[in-house]
């Protein structure tokens, strides 16, 4: 008896503890919630509106409705162009994941029985983002072509030419998933790792009463934020370096494009991350609160970056959000480096958004460090 009145008054202590804690309720009961509904709606592995260029040399009524086809199929996005200079450029940059090469005899074959190919080039850095695409398109060459000659009487007769769709994989032809995933991961861990360990950091400093000593003599915020920073930055890029080597060594994963790009892009993306756990310090009072709140963080950060799943394949709103999500934009630019050899001046966007981002973010946390020292003194 005297064991159950202690396990009650416990149990009573307990609830009273949590029900006091706002954000152990917040990610008790909401952050479940809203993980659930944002992913079950933004994770998606059969993506569709696929960036397309068609560069349509035949022009013709058969071209046309293959087009009309392919847009009302909803797997691609079309864009129509004559330029192929431009359609490379595109490509190259990651704003299209398929160019399809309609050739001037496309029509004359299709109506002189003969058989006829579709050029098609696809960004095989990430394969399940166009498998389903271009299945569909072979099923509509197919139906276009068997629909049309049923308009032309003379041609039921005759036995038709098959069209076929002739591939040719850009910067991964052998379709190895690894290098699709090996630079998410790296981008993954840069992105949990630094934030983790200068979060736990500054709150055990709260804890055990040292940051208290700090502020008392006399260090300004920013001196603090620079010389909490320093060591993570370099811990980081340590983890890049041994990362990179297994890459290359043992995971036969190559580094295509410029190293100091990749070094340099990796280093704003380290300073970002280590930034925001900075900031959410402000946010939580104890380590548990940090690993439960940094942990919504990197989910909710790795489901919606495109790692995981097709960025194409997430619903347009879930696209806004994963491109205010500075993972998202540092998996293009370690993809575009290390498996397209991409220069940073082809993905400047991506590149724009990473300095904005750390810019805005140290605004806000030096902003939320020299109030927090306000308070305690």
């Known amino acids: 008896m005297i064991n159950i009145i202690i396990i009650c008054a416990l149990l009573k202590k307990e609830i009273k503890e949590i029900t006091r804690d706002r954000i152990i309720i917040l990610m008790v009961v909401v952050m479940p919630i809203l993980n659930l509904v944002i992913m079950g709606y933004s994770v998606n592995l059969d993506a569709k509106n696929v960036a397309t260029i068609i560069i349509d040399k035949d ?189 290359i060594v043992l995971l036969d994963v190559p580094i295509k494009g410029s190293s100091i790009e990749l070094f340099g892009v990796s280093f704003l993306f380290i300073v970002l991350s280590i930034t925001i756990g900075i900031g959410l310090t402000t946010l939580i009072s104890n380590q548990l609160q940090a690993m439960q709140l940094l942990s919504f963080y990197f989910l909710f950060s790795n489901m919606l970056s495109g790692f995981l799943s097709p960025f194409e394949a997430m619903p347009q709103w879930s696209q806004w959000l994963g491109n205010l999500i500075p993972l998202t934009h540092f998996i293009r630019l370690i993809r575009g480096i290390m498996i397209k050899s991409n220069s940073v001046t082809l993905m400047g966007n991506d590149v724009l958004h990473l300095v904005i981002v750390l810019l805005v973010t140290l605004i806000i946390s030096h902003y939320l460090i020299t109030r927090s020292w306000a308070k305690n003194e």
């Open 59 to 247: 022009s013709s009524l058969f071209s046309r409705d293959l087009i009309h086809s392919m847009r009302n199929s909803g797997y691609f996005d079309i864009n129509l162009t004559h330029d192929e200079i431009l359609a490379r450029r595109a490509f190259s940059k990651g704003l299209a994941k398929i160019i399809i090469h309609i050739p001037d005899d496309f029509s004359k074959n299709i109506i002189s029985n003969k058989d006829s190919e579709i050029f098609v080039e696809t960004d095989a850095t990430e394969p399940s983002s166009t498998a389903n695409a271009l299945q569909t398109l072979q099923y509509l060459v197919d139906n276009t072509q068997s629909h049309e000659l049923n308009r032309i009487s003379s041609m039921v007769s005759q036995s038709p030419g098959k069209t076929s769709l002739v591939l040719r994989k850009w910067f991964n032809p052998r379709g190895d998933s690894h290098l699709n995933i090996i630079p998410g991961l790296i981008g993954m861990i840069l992105s949990i790792m630094p934030m983790l360990m200068v979060s736990l950091s500054i709150i055990r400093e709260r804890e055990k009463g040292t940051l208290r000593h700090i502020q008392s003599s006399g260090i300004s915020p920013f001196l603090y934020l620079l010389g909490k920073s320093i060591p993570y930055v370099m811990i980081g890029l340590l983890q890049l370096i041994l990362m990179l080597g297994v890459s």
